[in-house]
């Protein structure tokens, strides 16, 4: 709020990172506010700014997220194509020139909690080489798939690298391998030693050509329905990575059929993933977001772990 | 058309797959006619049926795919979904009871062609241990997305397996070792020799944990969207797997802006990833179906390349 937020949306706000903590998605919740903030000083975030609708047509909106919070932006988007779809069973928002959107299983967790099926991506500053080379020219751009489920909602969210560059210092730090090829070393061979990767800039997109290709549709799938930027017009700078673009896709079930039967379906797919012989002794077989809730509970139960000295920068904020 | 098709179907029919063979995916072409004639003769496939609204609502409707041959219902179903963007922005078709649609790129193409953006999946039997599991209990399920270009569409086709037993198969028998990693092997070790995975009957899913997440999604959507199988509840034996279910999602770009300007954006991210430096000497980075049109023309010149014992036992039908 001594940014220029009003009450409800610094509540939001606050809300969208705090839950994201809550959730076990430590590196997009609590911790990644002061970089937040940076971002509201350095002026790549308007405070006040909430997104426009520039054209709409029948099921689909294209929006200008005029540089707004990118979780408010994105939390919008998807609550607008969850209202299209319940009247044209599927509803599609495009957000152009908006900002980071935090943690993108959010709007997953949004959309099904609401009984929504939704699918969103981003794209994101160049940060990842595609295959076959060795600058970072296309983004990670996230995708987020959820499906509700009374028992526990599926959501997949999956960046387009194998692992983050979070995920390669932590591994360094704790002087740990990689548990699969994350990368190149300097001499283009790949690796799993996390600070090689590091070195040589050069992280793997997940399944190689795939996850490169997915990336590079992804992002022109965004920044054609927003006509908003590419990948290659965003800023690699991540306290200057703004203007970028976003897809919200909602469906809503029972405009296919009843919803009853959707969650039969649902359930029968966990089980059948469950009743998997799993390659641990002991261990089973999830299916994406299952340790979600267990997480969830715990930390609202001892209270959530946020760092002693981000949190230290937050209170002197 | 001696099976009982038509001969506008018979004529449709075959030139799907004589146009996969054309555009090299020689896997699901010509190569795959006779399997495809040895389930109309197993019963699998019915060459009379054709696909069935049984619901509709606003932009999308549900389809019983009666079991009618998978490449004829599909290209019906992505049809209907553009017909359905061009009143609403987007559209979505789903399929329950269908047969397999053998080169998914096609609807793909189907929909670059015609100026939309299409993005459509399957499930399949199961033939893909879910990551942490060893039994073969989710599909490899193709997601295809493609994005319309007048300098030639971009056109991602990918399985959710990081290699299919067909390759795996054409590795061992050049006696090659795969390019990377490709499953475990009776050890539970990962292993890129081909024969090693063909044993153990774990092939990786592509990006590990992330393709594993995908394909169960993907799976999870189409059963509940078609209200049909999902993969558990389909038959482990590629002569007998039938009663698939199908996604087919349209967008018209023009309802979302110009299309010059859509036009432009693909250009520019072509042109971008055209320009990231590649890790081999005199090598470009290509986008997703770039070899396509090459491939094709060339087909077109020399002569669809069919194996000639492929050949004779079509001939001798």
Not at 35 to 45: E, P, Q, S
Not at 172 to 197: K, Y
Not at 222 to 232: D, E, F, V
Not at 290 to 312: M, Q, S, Y
């Amino acid at each position: 709020m001594r940014f220029g937020f009003t009450a409800e949306r610094a509540q939001t706000c606050a809300r969208l990172f705090a839950e994201a903590t809550c959730d076990g998605v430590y590196t997009h919740g609590v911790a990644r506010f002061p970089r937040f903030v940076a971002m509201i000083r350095n002026g790549c975030v308007d405070v006040a700014a909430t997104p426009e609708t520039v054209s709409r047509f029948g099921a689909v909106e294209r929006w200008d997220g005029r540089r707004g919070p990118g979780n408010l932006n994105a939390l919008a988007a998807m609550e607008r194509a969850m209202q299209l779809s319940l009247s044209h069973g599927i509803g599609c928002v495009s957000l152009a020139n908006t900002n980071h959107w935090m943690r993108g299983g959010t709007y997953g967790w949004q959309a099904a909690e609401a009984g929504h099926i939704g699918i969103c991506w981003t794209n994101t500053m160049p940060n990842l080489p595609p295959w076959g080379g060795v600058d970072p020219c296309i983004g990670n751009n996230p995708l987020v798939i959820a499906v509700p489920r009374a028992q526990g909602p599926v959501v997949l969210d999956m960046a387009m690298s194998q692992f983050s560059y979070g995920a390669l210092e932590r591994h360094r730090q704790r002087g740990e391998m990689l548990p699969v090829n994350g990368g190149f070393d300097a001499a283009g061979n790949l690796t799993r030693d996390p600070a090689a990767i590091e070195q040589s800039q050069r992280p793997l997109p997940t399944g190689y050509w795939k996850g490169s290709g997915l990336a590079i549709l992804l992002d022109m799938m965004a920044a054609i329905l927003s006509q908003g930027n590419a990948t290659h017009q965003i800023t690699a700078d991540p306290l200057r990575e703004t203007g970028i673009s976003q897809v919200f896709i909602a469906l809503d079930p029972e405009a296919f059929g009843p919803a009853a039967e959707a969650e039969r379906i649902a359930d029968d797919i966990v089980a059948s993933v469950h009743g998997c012989r799993s390659s641990k002794e002991g261990a089973r077989v999830r299916y994406p977001g299952e340790n979600t809730l267990k997480v969830r509970a715990e930390n609202r139960r001892l209270g959530l772990p946020v760092d002693p000295e981000v949190w230290e920068q937050i209170l002197a904020m």
